[in-house]
């Protein structure tokens, strides 16, 4: 079972800027990619930036120039720095990871979510 554990949500005011980090725990084998997504109540979780292995990043058109996605692989770690913050970019942020880990004597894909971290972003 992998478990992942994020930090750094809170309240900024636009402009502003906030990091978010996620820590993977648990029996990884490895993982593969990483990501951030947010979601409003009442609406689908959509993607914020997602990170390979290899380092290749994607980001969702309305973040892109403002948020950094980037990862430590030594630590099973995923960030996501946002810079000029605005109103609408207000959500609580989960992260994601996905790739192998550790059942009994084999191993078996995972998926894992964070339990989700609140950003709000005042006008």
């Known amino acids: 079972q992998v478990q992942l554990v994020e930090s750094g949500g809170g309240l900024v005011q636009a402009g502003g800027s906030l990091r978010l980090s996620c820590a993977a725990s648990?029996?990884?084998?490895?993982?593969?990619?990483m990501g951030w997504y947010r979601q409003d109540p009442g609406k689908q979780r959509e993607l914020v930036a997602r990170?390979?292995?290899?380092?290749?990043?994607n980001y969702a058109d309305s973040v892109k120039g403002r948020f950094t996605i980037s990862r430590d692989n030594a630590k099973n770690t995923v960030y996501l720095e946002m810079n000029s913050l605005k109103p609408e970019d207000t959500s609580v942020y989960y992260c994601?990871?996905?790739?192998?880990?550790?059942?009994?004597?084999?191993?078996?894909?995972?998926?894992?979510w964070g339990q989700g971290t609140q950003v709000t972003v005042s006008p």
């Open positions: 994601n990871a996905d790739g192998r880990s550790y059942s009994g004597r084999y191993s078996s894909d995972f998926s894992s």
């Open positions: 648990g029996s990884i084998v490895s993982i593969n990619a």
């Open positions: 990170i390979t292995s290899g380092g290749n990043t």
